[in-house]
């Protein structure tokens, strides 16, 4: 592989796991800090994405990132709205929204399963012709990712330590304590959801823009991959404040999507992707375990002593 090939992969990876990252932030927010693992997570980014594309399509590049976004709110306000006003279980919630979507999705694409946007002028459309002629030239999809992805982590670190960002973490941590305290709970989880499918939905536009095309399966697996990229990213930045964790789950995504790259560069069939997905998870969920029970296993094995049957 020549200098140049692995170059232009890391910068793919970088892109893709900038724009990923959104999501991973979201469920940052709605998995670590408030505790509910939202499963509305591939239909809200397909939503975004769909929304998106849509506004663009009619003339509106920049008007649709705030349509995504605000797409993503209102997905997030019906998901706390079930399973805090109608008493249905936070998973079950999030899968009854998750299917919903289906439908609105293809509802926004007009019947249609994909929108073509190449003949469209979209915000990298826009940068691209701003940095022409500069260093950055060709630059765009980086350069708009890594913005998007900086004022969602100030955020994030501004709003979080907020009196209604440390309310929303400490409902996360003991909800009975939060009532004891004259918090309203029900208030918390709804801002908390739709604040963080407010960034599902802004992944997914930043995503379908810059493929130049939105279908309706452009979310599948999406919850996967960013559990995966926020277990990845605690385990190398998981413990400090706000910022340093959410800058975690920033690098947890760009390896996610380097390692995912890299597979598709062994000429991988694409329906073994999700496979390499679930793999991914499976060694960020059991690697800290697997750590812990890593002297036992040796000591089974007679590993514990170095120049013996073996070395651990």
Partial sequence: MSLSTALSLGQTALELGLICSLTVLALFLSYSMLNVCDLSTDGCFTLGATVGATVAIAGHPFLSIPAAMIAGILSGFITALLQTRMGIDSLLAGIIVNTGLYSVNIGVMGGASLLNLNRTDTVYSFMKDILKGTPLQGKQTLIIALLAVILVVLFLTIFLNTRLGLAIRATGNNPDMVRSSSI????????????????????????????????????????????????IGATFLGKGGICRRAIGVVVGSFIFR???????????????????????????????????????????????????????
């Fill in 184 to 231: 309203n709970p029900i208030f918390t989880t709804t801002v908390g959801l739709c604040v963080a499918n407010a960034f599902t939905g802004l992944s997914g536009c930043l995503l379908a823009q810059s493929q130049k095309s939105a279908d309706i399966n452009i979310g599948t697996g999406m919850v996967t991959i960013a559990l995966a990229s926020l277990l």
């Fill in 258 to 312: 380097l390692v995912y790259t890299i597979a598709l560069r062994f000429n991988m069939p694409a329906f073994m992707l999700k496979l390499v997905s679930s793999i991914i998870v499976i060694i960020a969920i059991s690697g800290p375990y697997l750590r812990k029970q890593w002297p036992m296993i040796c000591r089974r094995f007679g590993w514990s002593q170095k120049g013996g049957t073996g070395s651990c």
